[in-house]
């Protein structure tokens, strides 16, 4: 089997403004010397996602959401964006069930899935977020969380990634060791092949998300099992980002 393209996410998250989108620009300058052995993501704020796309056209950086709607299709819902509008701007993948929406919002993993469903539906890729609790870490809950949530989240069908972002070191500077790391991953991609087969379970990306920066992500993706990052504000300056693109080996 093929070996699967690390992919590394940034997820800007309710940050930035049209003027930080010639970050993107000169992401992608730099990101030719990678040659596509990486693939790069910038999810930008709904309202900036065309103007990202032009701002990567030429380059290898691909752009995406960070949330769609659970209903696919239109619908009289105020406010609400769906999958098949955020295609239509160009978007290639979107990120559904982040913690942050899971416990601001009370998303639960029947939305989450709806979601991921409705973005297969129009092409796009989801990035299904999974992540214990502190609670559920010290109860010794974290296989049993990751294992149910990222079944229970994932579309029926179709291609999606699984990021694992533990819920208690999102934002901080804590992050797990890179064995705890990897033993999470094995957990999440061991469920998947119950449920998929080995097939998909092994073509699966599983990225690590939460507090990765340029100072550990080489650390970070040296982990069993970690297939890129979900990486935050980092994410919106070129010059942090890109070097926690190159800390990667295939991008080397």
């Known amino acids: 089997m093929a070996a699967r393209t690390p992919l590394i996410a940034g997820n800007w998250k309710m940050y930035g403004r049209r003027a930080d989108l010639a970050e993107i620009a000169k992401l992608g300058a730099r990101l030719g010397e990678a040659k596509g ?32 709607s659970s209903v696919g299709a239109d619908a009289a819902r105020t406010g609400e964006v769906n999958a098949g509008m955020l295609a239509d701007q160009g978007a290639r993948y979107v990120i559904v069930g982040h913690s942050e929406r899971r416990t601001l919002l009370g998303e639960t993993d029947e939305v989450v899935k709806a979601k991921a ?69 094995g957990f999440i991609r061991a469920a998947l092949a119950e449920r ?14 939460g507090s990765v920066g340029p100072k550990n992500a080489a650390e970070v993706f040296g982990a069993r099992g970690v297939d890129g990052a979900l990486v935050g504000r980092a994410s919106l300056k070129a010059d942090d980002f890109s070097a926690i693109i190159f800390a990667h080996p295939a991008a080397s």
């Open 117 to 185: 469903e409705a973005a297969v539906a129009v092409g796009l890729t989801p990035i299904v977020c999974v992540g214990e609790t502190a609670a559920h870490r010290s109860a010794g809950q974290v296989g049993a969380v990751v294992s149910a949530q990222s079944l229970a989240s994932a579309p029926g069908q179709g291609k999606f990634v699984i990021a694992y972002e533990p819920v208690w070191c999102i934002g901080g500077d804590r992050t797990p060791t890179m064995d705890e790391i990897g033993k999470a991953h």
């Open 37 to 68: 052995r990486v693939e790069a993501l910038i999810c930008p704020p709904a309202p900036y996602i065309a103007a990202a796309v032009e701002a990567a056209r030429g380059s290898t950086v691909v752009i995406g959401g960070q949330d769609c």
């Open 196 to 209: 998929y087969g080995a097939a998909t379970a092994e073509a699966t990306r599983i990225l690590y998300g």
